[in-house]
Each structure stands twice: as C-alpha cells, then as structure tokens.
C-alpha cells in the first residue's frame, strides 16, 4: 500500500469533468509539489503536471493540477476518449529522503 | 528534444546481478540528474534512485542496499546493477531525467521506453 493514496479508478463519459485525488502527509505533500503523470496502455509515463499545477508544452489546457495541504488533485474536463489511461501522481518524501508515487488511478472513459 | 533508451538483458536467474545501460541523446548527460524507476507488472511505480553528473547518487531505502547507478559521461550513459535479485525484481525498467528546479521541486521530464527484465530460473 503506498504512502500516497490515489483512488484505484474513475471514470467518464465523453465532454465531463473527472477529478483524481492524491492523499498524503506533511513530510511529502505537505511541503514538497507534486507532479502527475500519464501512463497509457503499453507506453512509458508521460509527465502531465509539474510544480503542483504547471502544464508541460504539448500537454492540453484541459489538464489542470491542484494542491491543498496535504492533498492534490488532478482535474480532466472536456473528457475524451484517448484520456483513458493510468494517472500517477508523484512527490518528493522529506523523511523518506526520495520519491514517492501513489498507487495509481486508472480512467475509465465510458 | 533528450531521448532515452534503456537496453540489457530480458532474463536474469534468482541471486544473479540485474544489469542495464540507458543511452541519452539530444541533449547534455551533464545537464540533468538521472533517474531509474521500475513498474512490476500490472502495478504501479517505483522509484530506484538518481545519480547527478558529479556522481552523486540517492537511492530508495528499500533497495539501497543492492544498488548501484552511475554515468559513464563520455558514452552518456547511465547504467543500473540490481543485486541479488529474486523475482520480486521482475519489471519493466525505466531511465528518466530528472529535474530539480527548486528544493522542493522535482520531477521526470524525459522517459525512455521500459525494458522488461524477468527474474526467474
């Protein structure tokens, strides 16, 4: 069981809105940003969000990334079809002294 | 545009040693820190550790007592060396750059294509 915990699915139809939450701690998220990555089927991951909420160039507008405390949360809107993936997140653990992935969520896109 | 691509052997036997060599182009192996990550099959990620240019390394407690990353900057490569491996050990190995912008800021920018590596007799 990771330290960060993602719910293990979500799903969508077509043009909604999905959010997948990321839980964690002070020594992780608490004090350090978190990233996001998209894995899709059969491909390496793919960095989505950086920095909390930053957008790498080429990744669409309609990925949005959040942070609150101790908790994150990566927003879809507008969903489509090749969104259907797995959905990490990511972040560096002050006790841990390294990198922390959460369990994975994967999007169902319905 | 940093392309990554991972290459070693698919087979390692229980107890042997896990070796595999990344290959950096289109960009400078001095530029970045380097990172391994694993994914078992069907699970999720699993950070392995980094190494800086310098030859500074920081690994995972969890496997830091088996392994080894380091840079071979003339061939700007990157290699992993998995000890004692059991087929716990059997995944799909990634090398990425990693990118410290802040100390409170990190992340994997540029991902190569995984290389299966099975454990087994």
């Known amino acids: 069981q990771s330290v960060l915990t993602q719910p293990p699915s979500a799903s969508g139809t077509p043009g909604q809105r999905v959010t997948i939450s990321c839980s964690g701690s002070?020594?992780?998220?608490?004090?350090?940003?978190v990233n996001w990555y998209q894995q899709l089927p059969g491909t390496a991951p793919k960095l989505l969000i950086y920095?909390?909420?930053q957008r790498p160039s080429g990744v669409p507008d309609r990925f949005s990334g959040s942070k609150s405390g101790t908790s994150a949360s990566l927003a879809i809107s507008g969903l489509q079809s090749e969104d259907e993936a797995d959905y990490f997140c990511a972040v560096w653990d002050d006790r841990l002294n390294g990198v922390l992935f959460g369990g994975g969520t994967k999007l169902t896109v319905l | 545009q940093v392309q990554l691509q991972e290459s070693g052997p698919g087979l390692v036997k229980p107890s042997e040693t896990l070796s595999l060599t990344c290959t950096v182009s289109?960009?400078?192996?001095?530029?970045?820190?380097w990172t391994w990550i694993r994914q078992p099959p069907g699970k999720g990620l699993e950070w392995i550790g980094y190494?800086?240019?310098?030859?500074?390394?920081n690994y995972n407690p969890s496997l830091k007592s088996r392994v080894t990353i380091s840079l071979d900057t003339s061939k700007s490569q990157l290699s992993l060396k998995l000890s004692s491996v059991t087929a716990a050990d059997t995944a799909v190995y990634y090398c990425?750059?990693?990118?410290?912008?802040?100390?409170?800021?990190?992340?994997?920018?540029?991902w190569g294509q995984g290389t299966l590596v099975t454990v087994s007799s």
């Open positions: 289109g960009g400078s192996i001095s530029s970045y820190y």
């Open positions: 920095s909390n909420n």
């Open positions: 002070s020594s992780n998220i608490g004090g350090n940003t």
């Open positions: 990425a750059s990693y990118v410290i912008t802040t100390p409170i800021a990190h992340y994997f920018d540029y």
């Open positions: 190494v800086y240019y310098t030859g500074s390394t």
